[in-house]
């Protein structure tokens, strides 16, 4: 038997964990946080010291919690891809950052997320891990760089939670690996399960129209995206079409952007990234802010949700001039200054609050898969359970798998503890 709890991500994104506990051996599969909640939240805490965890990818919402085992006091080995070990670092430390220029302080410190990140694992992808009760193994899960389905071998069931994943390929990276064991459990994300994405080729199109058209008005055109895996894809967009006007990158996409380059095996096609980069100006300081809105120009930037980085300096520098363009090229959590700017027309940050003039369009670069392809990814591996997780539309999609014939459920806060023979 085998007892498996869901402890973040319920009926929602954020503060995924999962634990595992054979019996033998209490395994967490990522632990993450809900970022944009002030303070951050975490996961339930979990009882007793883990054995492992296996870490998904480096995404907050997945790794944010990590340092809170070493804040305890708790060693505890992370098993991840290097990419992800250093995606993470890079990540965290941010969220220290952020936080106490927030006014907020975490419950973990620096030199918990040290000790945490001298407690990783490397992992390859197809790799056996040796554990008590049976094995692991990572699978290529196509979300960003280091992305993994992680497949569990435990006590006689064969367990695949999927974390993020993405089944069509990117100009970034591959989509997630196709032959993958056979499967009891499937613990799956719900993030789109209400909804296809429009085609890449159609937004990639609509993408370079305004920027051409924004150009053409000398003006500039600012694109707002994560740091990790989506502005490193739109550079290669913006290759692929032709770049012969001034592009610029500026805040943690710079780092984020040497770490992804250094693992060139895991990038669709590994030179293309580094070609592109020679056209990319880094920006750096205040100065050289100021000189890249002098011109017509492309200005790439974070923070995807409009939270924060350098993409508020640009916005309070060009939202006045209706000849500009703001494009925001993923998902827009509740509550964010992206969705509020959606929904309002208004940039509210802290203390900020004004209508904005600059023509402002949301594309959809999602890196997560789709409604359609959903079903198609669990009709294809017919689990004997399916626990639905990390969306905001779980127990609806629960539903329907269950009259597809499937025995689906959305694990809620007061219904998370499962026990499986």
């Not at 891809?81 to 419950?107: A, M, Q």
């Amino acid at each position: 038997m085998i007892e498996i709890s869901f402890n973040g991500a319920l009926t929602c994104v954020g503060a995924s964990a999962i634990l595992i506990d054979t019996g033998i051996e209490k395994i967490v599969l990522d632990y993450g946080t809900k970022v944009r909640e002030v303070p951050p939240k975490f996961p339930i805490p979990i009882n007793g010291k883990p054995d492992y965890v296996f870490l998904s990818h480096a995404h907050l919402d997945h790794s944010g919690g990590l340092a809170l085992f070493e804040a305890k006091g708790e060693r505890v080995p992370v098993y991840a891809l290097n990419c992800t070990k250093d995606l993470t670092e890079l990540l965290l430390h941010d969220s220290i950052k952020v936080s106490r220029e927030e006014g907020i302080e975490l419950p973990f410190s620096r030199e918990d997320v040290l000790k945490t990140l001298n407690a990783f694992e490397n992992v390859n992808y197809k790799e056996e891990i040796k554990i008590r009760s049976g094995k692991v193994i990572f699978f290529d899960a196509g979300h960003i760089p280091g992305s993994a389905f992680i497949y569990l071998e435990v006590n006689g069931k064969k367990i695949l939670y999927t974390g993020d994943f993405n089944t069509i390929d990117t100009r970034l990276i591959n989509k997630c690996e196709k032959k993958l064991p056979e499967v009891d459990i499937l613990i799956i994300e719900s993030t789109y399960s209400d909804r296809n994405h429009p085609s890449r080729k159609s937004q990639e199109k609509e993408l370079i129209s305004i920027i051409n058209e924004t150009l053409a008005r000398d003006a500039n055109c600012l694109i707002a995206g994560f740091a990790v895996g989506r502005l490193q894809e739109i550079i290669l967009v913006l290759e692929k079409y032709g770049i012969d006007y001034p592009l610029y990158l500026d805040g943690m996409a710079k780092k984020a952007t040497t770490i992804i380059t250094k693992y060139k095996e895991l990038l669709k096609n590994p030179n293309e990234l580094e070609e592109a980069l020679r056209k990319v100006r880094y920006i750096h300081s205040i100065k050289e802010r100021k000189r890249a809105i002098k011109q017509p120009s492309v200005i790439l930037a974070t923070s995807g949700m409009l939270h924060g980085g350098p993409i508020v300096w640009y916005i309070k520098k060009l939202h006045k001039n209706f000849l500009n363009s703001l494009i925001l090229t993923g998902w827009q959590l509740e509550g964010t200054p992206g969705k509020i700017l959606l929904e309002t027309g208004k940039f509210v940050y802290e203390n900020l609050s004004f209508d904005i003039k600059m023509k402002v369009k949301r594309l959809d670069f999602s890196a997560h898969v789709g409604r359609e392809d959903l079903f198609k990814f669990v009709k294809k591996l017919s689990p004997e359970k399916i626990f639905c997780i990390h969306g905001d539309h779980t127990e609806e999609f629960a539903s329907e798998l269950r009259e597809k014939g499937f025995d689906a459920i959305a694990p809620l806060a007061n219904n998370r503890i499962f026990k499986i023979d």
